[in-house]
């Protein structure tokens, strides 16, 4: 996976993303934004926010910044907070979710929507993630992990391959990625069709980390 390929990807997307995905991840996003119990005059930022189907989900009185890679994903989500009068949303911005452009701890939430498994380099989306939350802030993640039955865990690993070409990893592994990122998750839960999909809720756990950091720099 790498930047352009997700890009072409979403491109070839856009136009029936809704269609393809709307309905079915639709419990996912609602159980996400219910879990995340955003309060009057939060600062929540949506990584990933494709055409924008989770915005009119937030509650009015919170300010929500979304961020994504794929222009034609922009143009859609734009299209539906002019449409609905989504005023509760700020701002949507073209970003590399990797390499965001905000400062630190600009934001009370971080969420990322089925993104995990795409980006090409998930442990920096959460390094990312951090940054930008404030200390102790929380982190909310929704991601297809590979399944723990035998059978169907073959068959993502066969499709593997087709990473590119999908948009997503179907093999992407809950146990490596949680090594990989050190979250500090206080939340596991099932959602979407037959539970084939994970909400994590994680504390923001940088000055923790950052403190192993310094110890480990100074030893």
């Not at 590399?96 to 600009?106: G, L, T």
């Not at 989306?125 to 939350?133: G, T």
């Not at 909310?140 to 068959?155: A, D, K, L, M, R």
Request: charged letters at 25%; aromatic letters at 10%.
């Amino acid at each position: 996976m790498d930047i352009q390929s997700v890009e072409k990807v979403y491109r070839r997307y856009a136009q029936r993303y809704d269609f393809y995905f709307g309905a079915l991840f639709e419990p996912g996003r609602r159980a996400v934004i219910e879990q995340m119990n955003c309060r009057p005059g939060e600062r929540i930022l949506e990584v990933g926010v494709g055409t924008g189907l989770s915005l009119p989900l937030y509650p009015r009185d919170v300010h929500v910044t979304g961020i994504d890679v794929s222009d034609e994903m922009l143009a859609r989500a734009r299209a539906r907070v002019e449409g609905e009068g989504l005023h509760h949303v700020t701002a949507l911005h073209k970003m590399n979710a990797e390499q965001m452009r905000f400062a630190d701890d600009s934001f009370d939430k971080v969420v990322a929507m089925y993104v995990a498994s795409v980006v090409p380099h998930p442990a920096r989306l959460v390094d990312e993630m951090r940054r930008v939350c404030r200390p102790e802030g929380e982190l909310y993640i929704v991601n297809h992990f590979q399944h723990s039955n035998p059978v169907v865990g073959g068959v993502e690993r066969l499709i593997a391959p087709l990473s590119r070409l999908l948009g997503f990893r179907p093999d992407f592994s809950l146990e490596n990625f949680l090594d990989q990122t050190g979250l500090d998750v206080v939340e596991q839960t099932p959602v979407n069709l037959f539970d084939y999909w994970t909400m994590l809720r994680a504390r923001n756990n940088k000055n923790s980390l950052q403190g192993d950091a310094a110890l480990f720099a100074t030893a």
